[in-house]
């Protein structure tokens, strides 16, 4: 089984048996979380405005105009073994400018696309496949865009009925240009566009590896954000080598969580958003007593992370960012130090208790690309 087409260290490392990975998956898809199954952060955000990371992991919203609320929905093929979707549904309507975009993208890193012999003569051909539903009919455009050396090819595809599941298979010739940075960093954006100004349409599409030129982009594409009867649902995403679709790989859920924790993990329950104020679910807990004023806490990550990731602290009481609560309900103030790919130090100083007590908080960890 071709293990290295993914790193499967960190599932080893946390105690995963790798000979049931190896018996059980092909890791052929390069997606992560393309059956829209985890989503730590929340299972719905209204008033999408910006670019972000909102709900489904992995999966990051690009926007420069409109509000969508971005949901995981449970609306989904019927009979393909699917149980959640992707689903954008537009709130407030807005006119594209010009260097104006809507894209749904995930990224990914380049030590996990070697295999791809990208910049070589055996460059591979890959395929990428998903179910699509959306209100607006007509041309849409999906971009394999390679951030390490500015390099872009375009494939479009036909939404042919309103608000009817339908599958797309698009393949794209491998590039002889190029190789991807064999590391931790952003390589290779997989876009599906939603909407585009004149600025990435006024050309010819670019359907083979060029020099990325913003008007050869997303020649053709539709309007997707322009009504508030507007949505738009994906899932089955598979992105693997080869000239066609296999069928989408369906990965214990255990080890789709720990493949999106590596970029991002969060404390609160799962379907609890994160900064909301419930207690259940909060890991860190200091125990400190009268006599004393510092308390940390050494806490490791469910998977070695991506990077040294982003420590965000909250309140299990307020929801309020950079503080926890004592058993009584008291807030004092929280902080993390010494964080590292593997583990982070949640600390309390110069914090007084009044009677022996456990000081404890929510937090984030993020390493997205």
């Known amino acids: 089984m071709a293990l290295s087409k993914i790193d499967v260290a960190n599932m080893v490392e946390n105690e995963m048996p790798q000979a049931n990975i190896a018996d059980n998956v092909n890791f052929r898809n390069i997606i992560i979380n393309g059956d829209m199954s985890i989503a730590q952060r929340t299972t719905s955000q209204a008033s999408v405005t910006s670019t972000g990371y909102y709900t489904i992991d992995k999966w990051n919203w690009q926007a420069d105009y409109g509000t969508v609320t971005l949901s995981q929905s449970t609306d989904v093929p019927t009979g393909q073994g699917f149980s959640k979707s992707f689903k954008a549904d537009v709130t407030t309507a807005g006119t594209v400018s010009s260097s104006g975009s809507v894209i749904l993208r995930q990224k990914v890193e380049g030590q996990n696309l070697q295999y791809l012999k990208k910049g070589t003569s055996s460059a591979e051909s890959t395929t990428l496949s998903f179910w ?34 339908e599958k797309k298979e698009l393949t794209f010739a491998g590039d002889t240009t190029g190789a991807f940075g064999n590391d931790n960093g952003n390589s290779l954006q997989i876009h599906w566009y939603l909407s585009a100004g004149s600025d990435f349409k006024s050309g010819t599409l670019s359907t083979t590896w060029t020099a990325s030129t913003n008007a050869n982009r997303a020649v053709g594409q539709v309007d997707a954000q322009d009504n508030t009867s507007n949505n738009i649902y994906l899932t089955g995403v598979q992105f693997e080598v080869g000239q066609v679709a296999s069928d989408f790989e369906f990965l214990p859920v255990d080890i789709n969580l720990r493949r999106c924790q590596r970029y991002f993990y969060t404390t609160y329950d799962a379907g609890t958003a994160v900064g909301t104020a419930p207690s259940n679910g909060d890991v860190p807990q200091l125990f400190m007593n009268a006599t004393c004023n510092y308390g940390g806490l050494l806490l490791f990550h469910p998977v070695p992370m991506r990077d040294a990731p982003t420590i965000v602290i909250y309140n299990p009481q307020t929801g309020a960012t950079g503080s926890g609560t004592t058993d009584g309900n008291v807030t004092k103030n929280m902080a993390s130090s010494k964080i590292n790919e593997k583990s982070v130090h949640v600390n309390a100083n110069g914090v007084s208790v009044s009677t022996d007590a456990s000081l404890k908080c929510h937090i984030t960890a993020s390493a997205e690309l």
Do not use: H, M, P
Request: aromatic share 12%; glycine share 2%.
């Open 132 to 165: 699509i539903k959306s209100t607006k009919t007509g041309t849409y455009i999906c971009e394999l865009f390679d951030a390490d050396n500015t390099r872009q090819i375009s494939k479009a595809y036909t939404v042919s009925s309103a608000d009817t599941w």
